[in-house]
């Protein structure tokens, strides 16, 4: 049972454009992680978010997390080349044994020069 | 900080053969370390839990006699795909928690693309 759905699962833009991927759960995680994996490498983290309603910017990148803590969004604003990647999102259980991550489905971008 | 590393980054094996992979925490110690296998434009899928002196935790559906885990010490864990077949070729992908972190972050290896002939 996939327990984080994100969408859209495919993305090609132009560059300049602003996009918006969210991360949807029916489940209440105690905090949320983003991630960028590229082609052939590991997920490299980018933001964490924990409490109900927070936003939290890293350059043209915005992440908010919902007020009950069930679902995020990622907003890129004027989208380059090099933000190209599989973006994941993550989340963690409260009450959840051994510390481990559910991960989203993934949403693949391509940003087009 | 937070860096992982994995051994070898590639590897092409004959069906039959046993293939080792070794993942390490480069500057920080991990109590907890996780193995991930991902298909081409996939996520992650979550293999086994690695704890440092314990046995490895499996998700479901997952053979533990086929992906031995090892986790020997506080930066190190393996993971042996145990007679390997052309159906095991894939990208795996560990990851070790950061002790000191309260949020269940998790910090990534490059990842190892396995081919089985």
């Known amino acids: 049972t996939q327990l984080l759905e994100q969408s859209p699962q495919f993305l090609s833009i132009q560059e300049g454009e602003n996009l918006t991927v969210y991360c949807n759960s029916s489940?209440?995680?105690?905090?949320l992680q983003w991630y960028r994996q590229e082609p052939g490498e590991g997920p490299v983290l980018l933001v964490t978010?924990?409490?109900?309603?927070e936003v939290k910017k890293l350059k043209r990148l915005t992440f908010q997390f919902g007020d009950a803590r069930k679902d995020s969004s990622l907003h890129i604003t004027a989208a380059q080349p090099g933000d190209t990647g599989l973006y994941l999102c993550?989340?963690?259980?409260?009450?959840?044994?051994?510390?481990?991550?559910?991960f989203g489905t993934g949403t693949l971008l391509a940003v087009q020069p | 900080g937070a860096v992982v590393s994995q051994h070898p980054s590639w590897v092409i094996c004959k069906s039959g053969t046993s293939v080792k992979i070794e993942c390490r925490s480069l500057?920080?110690?991990?109590?907890?370390m996780f193995w991930y296998r991902q298909f081409p434009k996939q996520s992650l899928m979550l293999m086994a839990t690695s704890n440092e002196g314990s046995k490895a935790t499996y998700e479901q559906g997952v053979e533990k006699d086929k992906f031995l885990i090892n986790h020997a010490s506080l930066t190190l864990s393996t993971l042996t795909v145990t007679s390997a077949h052309p159906e095991d070729s894939s990208f795996y992908i560990c990851s070790a928690r950061d002790a000191t972190s309260a949020y269940n972050e998790q910090f990534f290896g490059p990842g190892t693309r396995l081919t089985v002939l």
């Open positions: 489940s209440v995680f105690s905090s």
């Open positions: 993550a989340g963690a259980r409260y009450g959840g044994a051994t510390n481990k991550l559910i």
């Open positions: 500057d920080f110690q991990a109590t907890t």
């Open positions: 978010v924990v409490t109900g309603g």
